[in-house]
């Protein structure tokens, strides 16, 4: 007979760990930063693809584990489904802590606003790199500029497209 925890395993653990490799910048499903994102109250909410990965990675781990345990019956499918609602909730609920944080990227437009430096000075036709910190780490990125600026010269974010963010001299007032 299949194994239904054992499905689960190799297939959400395979795509647990793709996720892992791949980075959490972004999930399938999910919207960038401009969206409201709803309520913690909103339980259709949690059901991201993020989530459902996670559910099902632990949901088959904890479930092949009672097996080994010598755990059979509705036991080993109760302890799977409280460790896949847990660890899937447990998933959810850190990535909205994050990003309501500001430490998980939802992309170069969360920037605008923020100050940074110039490292390589845009020219016309040609983008140059900023270093802008955001959570306390500090963030390089592609910018372009319509003023004339040199490495080292104080930058504000105005906007972004398709990742290059737009930026002008800051002095510093408003």
Request: aromatic residues 8%.
């Amino acid at each position: 007979m299949v194994d239904v925890y054992l499905i689960c395993l190799m297939v959400g653990g395979g795509l647990f760990l793709l996720s892992l490799l791949g980075g959490h910048d972004s999930a399938l499903g999910e919207h960038g930063a401009d969206v409201d994102h709803p309520e913690m109250g909103d339980v259709a909410s949690w059901f991201t693809v993020r989530s459902l990965v996670s559910f099902t990675a632990f949901f088959g781990l904890a479930g092949v584990l009672g097996g080994v345990a010598g755990v059979s019956g509705w036991g080993r499918l109760v302890m799977a489904l409280v460790t896949g609602l847990a660890v899937g909730g447990f998933t959810v609920f850190m990535f909205r802590l994050a990003r309501g944080r500001g430490e998980v990227n939802g992309g170069t437009g969360k920037l605008a606003g923020r100050t940074g430096q110039v490292l390589v000075a845009p020219a016309p036709g040609r983008s140059g790199q900023v270093a802008v910190t955001v959570a306390g780490q500090i963030e390089h990125a592609p910018a372009r500029s319509d003023d004339p600026l040199k490495p080292g010269d104080p930058v504000i974010v105005i906007g972004a497209h398709r990742g290059v963010l737009d930026v002008k001299f800051w002095d510093g007032g408003l």
